[in-house]
C-alpha cells in the first residue's frame, strides 16, 4: 500500500492548484466585469457630454453672424448657454470661457484655428473656394468643450484599484458655409444660374451677363435656364408649368447635388411673366421676408433699381442646360435690366437709369454702351469676355457678395450666399 501514497498525495496537491487556478480566474473575471461596468459607465457619461457639447456648437454657429454680415461676438455665450442646459448623468456640464472658440474650419486639413478678433465676413469677390477654405480671417465655425472635472464620473469596481472617479470631457465644432439643401420658398425665381457663367477659370465668383438664350458667339452658350424645381424624380419642365411659377418661390425642398428639372431657350410666356413680375417686383431691404422697396421708385412703369433675386445655380457642362442639371446651391444676383421681346435696332428701349447710373443720351445706343461699360455702368460681359450686347428676350444681371439673408444647410457649393443652419464637421 506503501506505493499508493505519492498518488494520492499529488491528487491533493493538484485539488490545491485547482483551487488557487480557479480563484485567480474569478478575480479576473470580477476585474473585467467591474472594467466593463464602469466603461460602460464612462461611454454612457461622455455620451450625454458630446451631445452637450454638440448642441452648444451649432447653437453658436447658428447665430455666428449679425444682420449687417459682421460676426456676432455674443455666439460665444449663445454656445455656453445652450451647453450647459445639457446635464450628465443629472450633473450640470461644465463649461469655461476658454472652452468655446470662434474661428476657421478648414475643410482640407479638417483643422480649426481659433479666432477672436476678425469681426467681419470677408469680401468673397474674386476669391476661389481654396482661397476661402484657407482664410482663416472667414469666421465660420465655433467650438465648444464640455467637462466633468469640478463634478467628476464616479467609478464603481474600479475603486479596488484605487481609482475613485474619471474626468472626463467632449468637443464639437459647428461649421456654418454656403447654402445647400433648400426649404420651401427659399430662391424666388424659376430661374436657375449656370454655375459656368459665375464663375471664373479659378473658380472664383465673376461678373457676367445672364441671358436666357446664350452669351457669346456660340448660341449654345447658356448662362441660366428655366426650372420647375422637380427632384427625384426630375421631369422635363413645361412652358405653362414654368411660367406658372413666376414671382414665386420654390414649392418643394431642394436637395443639393441632385438633378433638378430644367431647359433652356427663350420660353416667350415665361419671359413676358418675368418682365411682368420684374415692372411690379419690390426688394426687401431689411430681410424681414415682407418687400418694402419698389424697384420701380419713380412710378413711371421701368425698373430703376436692381433687382435682388436669390437663385438655385446648376452645372451646365459646355455651358449647356441639359435636362436634369445638377443642383449645386444658391447665389444672389442683381437684375439689372431685362429686355422686352422683339427686336430693337433702333435701340429704343435702352435704360436711361438703374441704381446709380444714368444716361439720358438720344441716342440709345450710346446709352447702352456706358450701361454695360466697366467706367461708366456696370461692367456687363459676355463669358466670352466680350461686353453684352444688346439682345432681345435677355435678362441682364451681377452676382453679388453681399450679405443677404441665409437659407437652408451648409452643403451647397461656393457662390457667396450663406447658409441657416450649420452642421457638425467634428
Known amino acids: 500500500m506503501q506505493g499508493f501514497l505519492p498518488v494520492r498525495s499529488m491528487l491533493k496537491d493538484e485539488r490545491g492548484v485547482t483551487a488557487i487556478v480557479v480563484a485567480l480566474a474569478l478575480l479576473l473575471l470580477i476585474g473585467f466585469a467591474a472594467l466593463a461596468i464602469d466603461v460602460g459607465h464612462l461611454c454612457v457619461a461622455r455620451a450625454e457630454l458630446q451631445n452637450a457639447a454638440d448642441a452648444g456648437a451649432l447653437a453658436g454657429a447658428r447665430f455666428l453672424y449679425n444682420d449687417d454680415a459682421t460676426v456676432n461676438t455674443g455666439a460665444n455665450g449663445i454656445a455656453i448657454a445652450a451647453a450647459t442646459g445639457n446635464q450628465s448623468e443629472g450633473v450640470p456640464v461644465e463649461v469655461t470661457g476658454g472652452d468655446v472658440q470662434r474661428g476657421h474650419w478648414c475643410f482640407a486639413t479638417s483643422t480649426f484655428t481659433q479666432n477672436e478678433e476678425a469681426t467681419e465676413l470677408p469680401d468673397f469677390w474674386g476669391m476661389t473656394p481654396d482661397q476661402i477654405d484657407n482664410d482663416t ?218 441704381g446709380n447710373w444714368s444716361n439720358t443720351n438720344e441716342d440709345g445706343k450710346v446709352r447702352w454702351e456706358s450701361f454695360v461699360s466697366k467706367n461708366e455702368g456696370f461692367s456687363l460681359n459676355n463669358a466670352d469676355g466680350q461686353t453684352a450686347p444688346y439682345e432681345p428676350f435677355s435678362v441682364y444681371f451681377l452676382p453679388v457678395c453681399e450679405f443677404r439673408k441665409p437659407a437652408g444647410d451648409s452643403n451647397g457649393d461656393f457662390y457667396g450666399n450663406m447658409a441657416q443652419r450649420p452642421k457638425l464637421v467634428k
Not at 470631457?169 to 459647428?174: H, P, R
Open 137 to 354: 480671417n472667414f469666421i465660420n465655425a465655433v467650438r465648444v468643450v464640455t467637462r466633468r472635472q469640478g463634478t467628476p464620473v464616479a467609478s464603481f469596481f474600479a475603486t479596488v484599484f484605487g481609482i475613485q472617479s474619471f474626468q472626463v470631457s467632449a468637443e464639437a465644432i459647428a461649421y456654418l458655409g454656403f447654402t445647400g439643401d433648400l426649404d420651401s420658398g427659399d430662391v424666388d425665381q424659376p430661374i436657375a444660374i449656370c454655375e459656368e457663367s459665375i464663375l471664373d477659370a479659378n473658380g472664383a465668383l465673376s461678373c457676367n451677363i445672364g441671358r436666357m438664350l446664350n452669351s457669346g458667339s456660340n448660341p449654345n452658350h447658356n448662362t441660366g435656364g428655366w426650372t420647375n424645381y422637380s427632384q427625384d424624380p426630375c421631369t422635363t419642365a413645361s412652358a405653362s408649368e414654368m411660367r406658372d411659377l413666376v414671382c414665386s418661390g420654390n414649392p418643394p425642398s431642394l436637395d443639393h447635388g441632385v438633378g433638378m428639372g430644367a431647359t433652356g431657350g427663350v420660353q416667350t410666356d415665361t419671359l413676358q411673366a418675368l418682365l411682368d413680375c420684374w415692372k411690379q417686383a419690390s426688394n426687401d431691404t431689411d430681410d424681414d421676408g415682407i418687400p418694402d422697396q419698389p424697384i420701380d421708385s419713380d412710378g413711371d412703369g421701368t425698373p430703376d433699381l436692381p433687382w435682388d433675386l436669390k437663385l438655385p445655380v446648376i452645372e451646365c457642362p459646355g455651358n449647356n442646360v441639359s435636362n436634369c442639371p445638377t443642383y449645386t446651391g444658391v447665389v444672389n444676383l442683381k437684375v439689372v435690366w431685362i429686355t422686352d421681346q422683339g427686336e430693337d435696332p433702333d435701340y429704343s428701349e435702352a435704360p436711361t437709369k438703374m
